[in-house]
């Protein structure tokens, strides 16, 4: 545990793996690189009728509810024996106690009705270790299965490769536009892995919360950290957002429209709804005044006496143009856009006050000089400055008596 060089991090299971002095496997639970990783802000509290029931987590974003039937002591971030639906795997306890209850409501399962699979015991050193053998065969696996695919001309795209926990089977994640005949593929995958051969399809989103990675933000992205229901996201978003319809900024690294689209929509509709809808231009005495930009959150309605032109742009208030709306209405044009004041807009200012990019940075000391070598360079400057002016006083007088001879 001391050599970081020896310690294995598999993020998309949220353990580290380590071999110790007598080349025994450890593995422990880390809950930094878990995926959907739930919060238990009731940790602490008991509650019998969720006693015995845990949140097991798989590999990236699979988990499941399962029953301690085993009569063991279990507890977060023990790696555990369940049952399958062949055979059996391991997995790790992510969630205990009343907030699973609240887990299970949020998926949909009804806790009193729902019937659960079992844990059945924790896991043993020899299943740990025919664990990891079953997860060094996935990458290999994952390529062969995608040249087979190529090899068969079936169009569609080999994702990710899950095995069981005691490697008798596996789950392949695929993708696919349209509809994939699988006979002739689970036979070729049967004989080639002799294994059991599950295929799962998942759309674009699900592929980038298995895989992860950062967005444009700079964070992890948001389908492999938090989001668990996928919804259906439109064009209508970024237009009320008034953005740039752009695929190349709109799009994520699934290629679909990003998630984050849908953050704030419903706080700029409720912006939008307090401006007045503005058909046709303000008449002014000047001329007409056409809107060409809004500034929805602030409220701010820039208009221009030129028809979709930006070049001279006069910024109004909401509460503005809404009495000047009324004003045309009844006959009555204001004098000038030009006349109007600009309005007070709040601008943001930053807490630290100084955006400079060595803010953070040691200020560098100056090097103190040595008294003798400062004082024996003052001498020298001083005795070189002297002679100068004494020259350069010298140099005038004769000038002057030149003169005063002439």
């Known amino acids: 545990m001391d050599n970081n060089e020896n310690i294995q991090f598999d993020c998309s299971r949220g353990c580290t793996v380590t071999?110790?002095?007598?080349?025994?496997?450890?593995?422990?639970?880390?809950?930094?690189?878990?995926?959907?990783?739930?919060?238990?802000?009731?940790?602490?509290?008991?509650?019998?009728?969720?006693?015995?029931?845990?949140?097991?987590?798989?590999?990236?974003?699979?988990?499941?509810?399962?029953?301690?039937?085993?009569?063991?002591?279990?507890?977060?971030?023990?790696?555990?024996?369940?049952?399958?639906?062949?055979?059996?795997?391991?997995?790790?306890?992510?969630?205990?106690?009343?907030?699973?209850?609240?887990?299970?409501?949020?998926?949909g399962l009804d806790p009193e009705?729902?019937?659960?699979?079992?844990?059945?015991?924790?896991?043993?050193?020899?299943?740990?270790?025919?664990?990891?053998?079953?997860?060094?065969?996935?990458?290999?696996?994952?390529?062969?299965?995608?040249?087979?695919?190529?090899?068969?001309?079936?169009?569609?795209?080999?994702?990710?490769?899950?095995?069981?926990?005691?490697?008798?089977?596996?789950?392949?994640?695929y993708i696919a536009d349209g509809r994939v005949d699988f006979r002739q593929l689970i036979k070729v995958f049967a004989e080639e892995f002799r294994i059991r051969i599950e295929m799962k399809q998942i759309g674009a989103r699900q592929e980038a919360g298995l895989i992860g990675g950062l967005g444009v933000c700079g964070r992890e992205l948001c389908c492999a950290n938090y989001i668990t229901n996928f919804k259906s996201i439109t064009t209508a978003a970024a237009r009320c957002q008034d953005l740039s319809l752009n695929p190349q900024k709109l799009a994520g690294?699934?290629?679909?429209?990003?998630?984050?689209?849908?953050?704030?929509?419903?706080?700029?509709?409720?912006?939008?709804?307090?401006?007045?809808?503005?058909?046709?231009?303000?008449?002014?005495?000047?001329?007409?005044?056409?809107?060409?930009?809004?500034?929805?959150?602030?409220?701010?309605?820039?208009?221009?006496?030129?028809?979709?032109?930006?070049a001279n742009t006069y910024p109004l208030d909401a509460a503005e143009v809404r009495e000047i709306i009324k004003m045309n209405r009844n006959g009555i044009r204001p004098e000038s856009l030009k006349t109007e004041p600009e309005p007070e807009i709040p601008e943001f200012i930053t807490a630290v006050g100084d955006d400079s990019i060595t803010r953070f940075d040691t200020p560098k000391r100056k090097k103190s000089k040595n008294n003798r070598g400062g004082g024996k360079g003052q001498q020298r400057q001083g005795g070189k400055n002297n002679g100068r002016g004494r020259q350069r006083n010298d140099n005038r007088g004769a000038k002057s008596g030149k003169n005063g001879e002439a």
């Not at 080349?23 to 509650?47: A, M, P």
């Not at 790696?79 to 992510?94: F, K, N, P, R, Y």
């Not at 924790?122 to 040249?147: G, P, V, Y």
Request: with cysteine; charged share 30%.
């Open 253 to 310: 690294q699934c290629g679909k429209l990003k998630c984050c689209l849908n953050y704030e929509v419903a706080t700029y509709m409720d912006a939008q709804a307090r401006l007045p809808k503005v058909s046709e231009p303000l008449d002014f005495e000047d001329g007409l005044a056409y809107l060409v930009k809004t500034d929805i959150l602030r409220g701010i309605m820039y208009f221009s006496y030129e028809k979709g032109s930006l």
């Open 19 to 107: 071999r110790n002095e007598k080349d025994e496997l450890n593995c422990t639970y880390r809950r930094g690189c878990c995926k959907l990783e739930d919060y238990d802000w009731l940790q602490g509290v008991s509650q019998r009728q969720f006693s015995d029931v845990f949140e097991v987590r798989f590999k990236n974003t699979r988990k499941g509810f399962y029953v301690n039937a085993s009569g063991q002591s279990i507890k977060m971030g023990d790696m555990v024996i369940v049952e399958a639906q062949s055979g059996h795997d391991l997995g790790i306890v992510t969630l205990e106690g009343p907030l699973v209850g609240r887990q299970m409501r949020c998926k």
């Open 113 to 173: 009705t729902v019937e659960l699979r079992k844990i059945y015991r924790r896991a043993k050193q020899l299943d740990i270790e025919k664990w990891q053998e079953a997860i060094a065969r996935e990458q290999d696996t994952m390529i062969r299965a995608r040249q087979i695919a190529v090899e068969l001309g079936l169009e569609m795209k080999i994702g990710d490769v899950e095995f069981q926990g005691d490697g008798t089977k596996a789950i392949f994640y």
